[in-house]
């Protein structure tokens, strides 16, 4: 044999060697002694959001202005207020005044209709003649009086101060007779479109009378509950006019987180659900608190990221602490879902299979696929629900390891 032939024959054999070892590497099943394992371990498992809110008295009371006046008194920002106290004064001397001109006038207008109900009687008729003549008389004699003092004043024999005085006396007398001659005129002529004139007129007086005595009222506002003064928009002296907000008082025993979630978020939260509240305001201190109210619909708030629809909610603060002041920013992580004594492992451990989730179970140095179903998780560990037993073991990132079934 040449020496040629003895090399390309040497050269073949090599050859067949280095594929064979190739092949045999490539195919023969990996061993599963240096792969990473964990074991399906029962526990509790919760799954939660987390959101921005601010902090919120839950129990406010805004007082507005009804009525038109001068502040006499109002609570300052700040105060503390104990439930029944006075929160705000308006003067009301001027609407006591009217009060007592409303009171006077039902007064006399009731007394006109009893007469007129009544009818006149004869002896209250010929009495009422008699003080219209007495004052008739009065009068006729008081002109006379004025008349002949006129003359002497323009002869200047008496001064014009006299002449005033017996002026004022006539004005007297003529007043006196307009009103001996209404009381006639009443007793004479009372019929019933006078009667019921005068029935108009004092429903009226009297719906006057009211509507000033509900004004009364609302001069002076009380505090409905023991809080503090979060707002004051007046001062003592000023004016103000119905519809504007001049104090807000909230209880700060009583505080809420108000926040909003998006859509998807909207669907997990339900009223009772737990939450730990923390913000930066608060230091290293975390609060528990509890979903008390969803709103029925959504709303579009500007955020920003633009336009966003949102499901506003609140978080009742189940501690009381003065480190929380309405108007904090507060970091509220709601527990959405819960589960215990639940089979559980690591995300990484469940891929996504051809016809759902699955893992890599490890038994006897053999690796080998199954489907599983899962439930809840969060940011470590996933609920499996089906599939896997305790204590099994299975590939802790089998994405990362290729295929590791034995399969070609």
């Known amino acids: 044999m040449g020496k040629r032939k003895k090399i390309i024959i040497f050269t073949a054999i090599l050859l067949v060697i ?13 061993s599963v002694m240096s792969l990473p394992t964990v074991s399906a371990i029962k526990g509790d498992i919760s799954s939660k959001i987390s959101v921005l809110g601010t902090v919120k008295t839950a129990l406010e009371q805004e007082v507005y202005s009804t009525i038109q006046g001068v502040v006499e008194y109002v609570a300052e920002e700040g105060q503390q207020v104990r439930k029944g106290d006075m929160i705000l004064k308006i003067d009301d001397e001027e609407l006591r005044l009217e009060l007592e001109q409303a009171k006077s006038k039902v007064k006399q207008q009731t007394l006109e209709l009893s007469r007129l109900l009544d009818g006149p009687r004869l002896e209250e008729l010929e009495k009422a003649r008699v003080k219209y003549q007495d004052a008739l008389s009065a009068y006729e004699t008081a002109m006379d009086d004025y008349e002949r003092n006129k003359e002497l004043y323009d002869l200047g024999a008496i001064s014009e101060k006299d002449l005033l005085n017996i002026q004022r006396e006539l004005d007297v007398k003529k007043n006196q007779l307009s009103i001996m001659e209404l009381e006639l005129k009443l007793l004479e002529n009372a019929d019933e479109k006078e009667i019921e004139l005068k029935r108009a007129v004092l429903e009226e007086t009297e719906k006057s009378l009211a509507n000033i005595e509900k004004k009364l009222n609302k001069t002076v506002i009380y505090a409905n509950f023991d809080g503090i003064v979060l707002e004051q928009n007046i001062k003592p002296g000023m004016m103000v006019t119905p519809g504007t907000l001049l104090l807000r008082i909230g209880s700060l025993t009583d505080l809420q987180i108000d926040f909003g979630v998006n859509e998807y978020d909207a669907a997990l939260i339900k009223v009772g659900q737990k939450a730990i509240i923390t913000g930066e305001g608060f230091g290293n201190n975390t609060y528990n608190g509890e979903v008390v109210k969803i709103a029925p619909s959504a709303s ?98 089998p994405s990362q390891n290729g295929d590791l079934t034995g399969d070609a």
């Not at 280095?18 to 990996?30: A, G, T």
């Open 18 to 30: 280095v594929v064979f070892s190739i092949f045999k590497i490539k195919f023969q099943p990996r």
């Open 300 to 397: 579009v708030t500007q955020t920003s990221r633009g336009n966003e629809t949102v499901v506003k909610a609140a978080i009742k603060v189940i501690e009381h602490d003065e480190k929380i002041k309405p108007g904090f920013s507060a970091t509220v992580e709601i527990t959405v879902e819960e589960r215990k004594d639940a089979i559980l492992l690591p995300l990484e451990c469940v891929t996504e299979g051809e016809s759902g989730k699955q893992v890599m179970v490890v038994k006897d140095g053999n690796i080998s696929k199954r489907e599983v179903k899962t439930g809840i998780e969060n940011e470590l560990y996933v609920q499996i629900i089906q599939g896997l037993a305790e204590g099994e073991e299975v590939l802790q990132n």
